[in-house]
């Protein structure tokens, strides 16, 4: 069962401005990446289900998080079918991120409270969504889509909170071209939790960047 509500979710999202991605096998790598998020001042991080046996690592991961870094909003990413939204919900995820719209996971995440954030790629898909209670849309993937398109949406809907995911780096024109054109929170991941960070370890490293990525998404708003 979520800890956090789905207001309390969206608030620190939009707070903070930015939700790291992850995944890995490796519960202790895991762990020690989102500590590094932890201590790096992020309060949110969103674990994707890829790979084989993700749920078992997230449970643990959720576990940890709760009794050793309070505060800590962990959710799950990558999601594609109700019946695992609602698996990673009863191990406590506190948010759900999916790749495209779908009507099913949107209903079993409302019926529990638990906010949940769909992949749209057009007003149609965008419009629907918030039909069904969507409070944050994942613009995904940003890349193809950019900033220039979310101005656009946020012309006829200035209501829309907006989320783009791939497509956003750690520079500062990248994230000042995204949060200029109106966007509540950006989703980052290898760019932010690198290969070479993880191979070499360096968690201090991940923390710095952690920091310093906030303190630029501050400055720039």
Same mark, same amino acid.
């Given at each position: 069962m979520a800890k956090y509500s789905? %207001?309390?979710? !969206?608030?620190?999202?939009?707070?903070? =401005?930015?939700?790291p991605l992850f995944y890995h096998s490796d519960i202790e790598v895991a762990k020690n990446v989102l500590?590094?998020?932890y201590y790096g001042g992020s309060r949110l991080l969103e674990? +994707?289900?890829?790979?084989?046996?993700?749920?078992? !690592?997230?449970?643990?991961?959720?576990?940890?998080?709760?009794?050793?870094?309070? =505060?800590? %909003?962990? =959710?799950? =990413?990558?999601? +594609?079918?109700?019946s695992s939204a609602s698996q990673y919900m009863l191990a406590g995820a506190n948010f759900v991120v999916t790749p495209v719209f779908r009507k099913d996971i949107a209903k079993i995440c409302n019926r529990r409270k638990v906010l949940w954030s769909p992949g749209c790629g057009s007003l149609t898909e965008i419009s629907r969504a918030e039909e069904m209670g969507c409070e944050l849309i994942k613009l995904f993937p940003g890349s193809i889509y950019g900033p220039e398109f979310v101005k656009a949406i946020k012309g006829p809907q200035p209501w829309t909170s907006i989320m783009p995911t791939g497509g956003v780096n750690t520079s500062k024109e990248n994230l000042k071209g995204w949060f200029d054109s109106g966007v509540s929170c950006v989703g980052i991941g290898s760019k932010l939790i690198s290969n070479d960070i993880l191979?070499?370890?360096?968690?201090?490293?991940?923390?710095?960047?952690?920091?310093? %990525?906030?303190?630029?998404?501050?400055? %720039?708003?």
């Open positions: 789905r %207001i309390e979710v !969206i608030n620190q999202m939009e707070n903070s =401005g930015m939700v500590k590094a998020c674990f +994707t289900n890829r790979g084989d046996f993700a749920f078992e !690592i997230f449970k643990d991961l959720n576990k940890f998080a709760i009794n050793e870094l309070p =505060g800590m %909003i962990l =959710g799950v =990413g990558s999601i +594609t079918d109700s191979i070499a370890k360096d968690y201090n490293a991940l923390e710095e960047k952690v920091k310093e %990525i906030l303190k630029l998404i501050k400055e %720039i708003r």
